[in-house]
């Protein structure tokens, strides 16, 4: 049947209409520059990528794998079950122990250092540096401003 310049096969499956290509049970259909197989799962629709069985999305320069577990979006990189987490330039890991703070910071949860804006602290070797300054909890020094004090050491 031919209609207008459109080309349809009822049984054999293939249907054209204004440019596009449909195909029911081969699962292959175009509109307006768009891909779709329904059964093979690829969808394509203004640039972008769908993957539904095999788990890949890509939307406006992101990309989302489900069961791969790997999401990209605005240039940040997230894995899920991996454990890495890239938002705006910082790196967080969570099983791993690293945390990048946004502002250039490094927390490391499990091995106990943190350091902001230029300052470190240990939390169980004890050793605290804040504007300069050092602070030793067990070991029992601490400098402030210049300034030494040992306490059980017996300077102050």
Known sequence: ??????????D???????????????GVM??????????????????GVMVQDGGVMVQDGG??????????QDGGVMVQDGGVMVQDGGVMVQDGGVRMVQDGGVMVQDG???????????QDGGVMVQDGGVMVQDGGVMVQDGGAMVQDGGVM
């Open 63 to 72: 990309v989302m794998v489900q069961d791969g577990g790997v999401m990209v």
């Open 12 to 26: 054999g499956g293939v249907m054209v209409q204004d440019g596009g290509v449909m195909v029911q049970d081969g």
């Open 112 to 122: 106990g250092v943190m350091v902001q804006d230029g300052g470190v602290m240990v």
């Open 1 to 10: 049947m031919v209609q207008d310049g459109g080309v349809m096969v009822q």
């Open 30 to 47: 175009v509109q307006d520059g768009g891909v779709m197989v329904q059964d093979g799962g690829v969808m394509v629709q203004d640039g």
